[in-house]
């Protein structure tokens, strides 16, 4: 427990459901570091804008957003059958499916409502509603306790690398965090955890990337840590190499939106740019994966469908005037790279820490595939 953190947790909750469960209330990400601002999801196109557009993101927190739209939308239909209600659930989850493609977390979390809904099929459609809400409530319980012990995994790394009177250097790349997830985020729940072991915000100095074009890295989580007290600066992402070099980094933990089989994992683009240099520098590499983002049906990061994004994200989104011609081609632009198990130093997941170079062998002892 760290009450200043929890104070802090609590009033950037990334994705929340009111009391009269009539809407999906959620922070925008779209608007930070600048405003914080919660926005109201009513309908089905509001919700998959809110996640198309990256209002809400992060692999954990969209499937949270998805379990708790389809049953804020369940919760409205009228329906006498079963039959009849499922059609309208059926149609309502595979139009979410459609808002992004790579975080596998949003397939998971809206086929386990799916299967939730058909498993109780004999039942009345207002007990079928109440119990989608419970499915939706404990898919976000869950992920508190998952990034929890992610953390305290990720933990026992750091405190390995602590050199007494010294900042430990540590560096993420996107958001990976709070916003990210329902709580600790997964590359952040080591710092977090740190936090709540005692350490002091100054023991660790987190270098983010600032994560070009959407910038994640700068607008959410140097917001995040620095407003939980710990210790940030963000560079751009082609200073990485240089501080790397310098020594100052001993560790890097990033997330992911999907870990195929034998542990390829994608994540936002500059990843696996990461992962090469930090294997030529020796800085240990983790990607911290709850198991909802293992994709035992992916064999390798071949098979990622990877999202491509608006050219406009890299020309004119965050500047006054176009920063390329207009007639110049900006369409090569995909929000996720897969980095190679091979530059994979372990996988944080909450079971259980595996180590390379046979991840399949790891995730099956560990029962995650
Ligand atoms: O496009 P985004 O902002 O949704 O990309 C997010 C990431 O790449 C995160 O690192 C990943 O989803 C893991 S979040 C715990």
Known sequence: M???????FEKVITVKLPEDRSYV??????LLPGTIKRIHLDTREEIWEAIKKLRVRGAPAIGVCAAYGMAVLAGKYT?????????????DKDYLATSRPTAVNLFWA?????????????????EIKEILFDEAQAIRDEDVQISRSIGEIGFTLLQERREAGQELGIMTHCNAGTLATAKYGTATAPMYIALEHGWKGSDMHVYCDETRPLLQGARLTSFELYNAGITTSVQCDNMASLLMKSGRVKIIFVGCDRVAANGDAA???GTSGLAIIAKHYGVPFYVCAPSSTIDPKTPT????????????EIKTMWYREPMAPDGVDASFNPAFDVTDHTLITGIITEKGLVSGPDYS???RELGLI
């Open 25 to 30: 209330d959620i922070i925008d990400q779209t």
């Open 361 to 363: 062998q790891g995730f």
């Open 110 to 126: 809206l086929d386990r409502m799916d299967a939730v809904c058909k498993k109780n099929a004999q039942k009345a459609v207002g």
């Open 267 to 269: 994540n936002k683009i």
């Open 301 to 312: 990061g071949d098979q990622i469908p990877i999202e491509m994004r608006d050219p406009e």
């Open 79 to 91: 329906a006498e059958s079963f039959d009849e209600f499922y059609d309208k659930f059926k149609s």
């Open 2 to 8: 760290n009450r200043k953190l929890d104070e802090f």
